[in-house]
């Protein structure tokens, strides 16, 4: 089944650490996305990706870091500078086609002990 | 920059009963229009999408939405609701063209109830 994994499910970060969000997708889509849900608030865009090696900042890119090695996987650490990092974490790719058709993962909860 | 207002945080309705979810939209130049909804703690499903043509656009689970221009409304629509359609609903609008990201609205809270 073509689909966007995100892993893990729930995450818990420790003051001052790092962690890294998975994303992968097997639907042969070269733009992926990372989005920081938090209630009331809507989806805000944190990076984006357009094709292998080449990414973006989105709105609210303060604390995060992403990389884009191969064209399934699009990683996203929290860093320790993002200070409020609890929140709903969704990755997604556009279908080709240029008509901006998202597909989404599951998500990941992010909370901080 | 295009923006979205989804005016209704939430909206409580009776089960068989219709249901309207509001969405308002600005932008300077043509837009994709999308409709997705949320079960909780899962990721966004597409629900529906206007991209050209007819401005009444069908999608799944008997929703449909219908594009005004002139009132730059896409409002989406369900005449007879489930209890299975409680949910968070998203729109979100982008430029034509290609990878162009998504702006999405705030969301509204559909609580269907018996």
């Known amino acids: 089944d073509g689909g966007i994994t995100q892993s893990p499910k729930y995450l818990f970060r420790k003051e001052g650490q790092n962690v890294t969000l998975s994303c992968e997708q097997n639907l042969n889509h070269d733009a992926m996305y990372w989005y920081r849900q938090d209630p009331g608030q809507g989806l805000r865009l944190i990076y984006y990706?357009?094709?292998?090696?080449?990414?973006q900042k989105g709105d609210i890119a303060e604390g995060y870091s992403v990389s884009r090695e191969k064209k399934e996987s699009f990683p996203l650490t929290v860093t320790s500078a993002q200070k409020n990092p609890t929140a709903f974490y969704l990755c997604?790719?556009?279908?080709?086609?240029?008509?901006?058709?998202?597909?989404f993962g599951a998500g990941t909860r992010l909370s901080v002990l | 920059a295009q923006s979205v207002t989804q005016l209704d945080s939430q909206v409580p309705v009776f089960e068989e009963a219709p249901v309207e979810l509001r969405c308002n939209y600005s932008?300077?130049?043509?837009?994709?229009l999308f409709w997705y909804v949320q079960y909780p703690n899962q990721g966004l499903q597409l629900l529906l999408k206007?991209?050209?043509?007819?401005?009444l656009v069908k999608g799944i689970n008997g929703f449909e939405a219908e594009f005004n221009k002139s009132q730059t409304s896409f409002h989406l629509r369900k005449p007879s609701v489930h209890i299975s359609d409680t949910a968070e609903y998203f729109c979100?609008?982008?430029?034509?063209?290609?990878?162009?990201?998504?702006?999405f609205g705030t969301g509204t809270r559909l609580q269907v109830t018996l």
């Open positions: 990706s357009q094709i292998v090696n080449d990414f």
């Open positions: 997604a790719s556009i279908q080709p086609g240029g008509k901006n058709i998202q597909y």
């Open positions: 979100a609008v982008s430029v034509t063209g290609t990878a162009s990201k998504l702006t």
């Open positions: 206007y991209l050209s043509g007819s401005t």
């Open positions: 932008s300077s130049v043509s837009v994709y």
